[in-house]
């Protein structure tokens, strides 16, 4: 028998944003030994949330190749968008309509949980898109205490990545730094996207008054150079997407906004309400 985790409510929570999956899954997915004496160690030391987690960490992993293997594409920023709120509405409501602040809370701890270890499998692309949905100004709004642990984790964020507003330029030098290390460094395709596209706004900016920014230009084809490299090498890794990704957000049974700027303000007049 499996240890019980009083988080175990969870496990129903959400369960829609990690279906569409195109792969199977099976015991040898999670490489766990098989062997019984091995087995009853796992069960006495795991519990339905730790299994959760690791389930949702391999739908996500399968998720993030398949983003890298559509860089270029303009499907990717629609992708990331539409992640980042499905995140925060499953922090904000359930089938029935307004969570309670407790179970919020739960949830907001159980995608903090998933970003550890994301992040502890080199998957920066989930890490970094459950960071940006967790530091959301309407999540923010709820003010929830965050653990000792996670405020480690957050500096090593901070550390690693950089921020939004220096457009995370630490992960890149890291991208760069593990071009040909893509089996076990997962690069965020937010990042790569978002890079791409600065730097090309730049250079072109630059040339139209008659400057040639080199350095610029050889960091723009270096750049290239390597998300080509980064979409070829996971286009053919076993990949797929889930609905985290897939699913509208303008869709969600309680969200009546069309736009980004509205949803976000209806959602702080819901939180403002049960603060």
Known sequence: MKRRSKNSFIANAGKDLFNGIYY?????????????????????????????????????????????????????????????????????????????????????????????????????????????????????????????SEQKLLNKFKEEYGQFIDCYKNHVKNIMKNKNNLKEFIPSAMVLDMHLKKNNTYTKAFKSIGNYPENLINHQTELNNISMRIKEYYINAPNAIIGLYTENPFDHPFVHATNNNQMTGNLLDVVRNIC
């Open 24 to 148: 199977d899954l099976n015991a040898d997915s999670f490489q766990q030994d098989k062997r019984c004496i091995m087995s009853l160690i796992f069960n006495l030391f795991t519990s339905d949330y730790d299994d959760l987690l690791e389930k949702n960490n391999l739908h996500l992993r399968k998720s993030s190749y398949c983003l890298l293997g559509s860089l270029k594409n303009e499907v990717i920023p629609k992708y990331i968008n539409n992640s980042i709120y499905n995140i925060i509405l499953d922090i904000i409501y359930n089938k029935d309509g307004i969570r309670k602040k407790k179970e919020m809370k739960k949830m907001f701890h159980y995608y903090y949980d998933l970003s550890k270890l994301a992040y502890k499998n080199n998957d920066h692309n989930t890490t970094i898109i459950i960071k940006c949905a967790l530091e959301h100004v309407v999540i923010k709004q709820l003010k929830f205490k965050i653990f000792k």
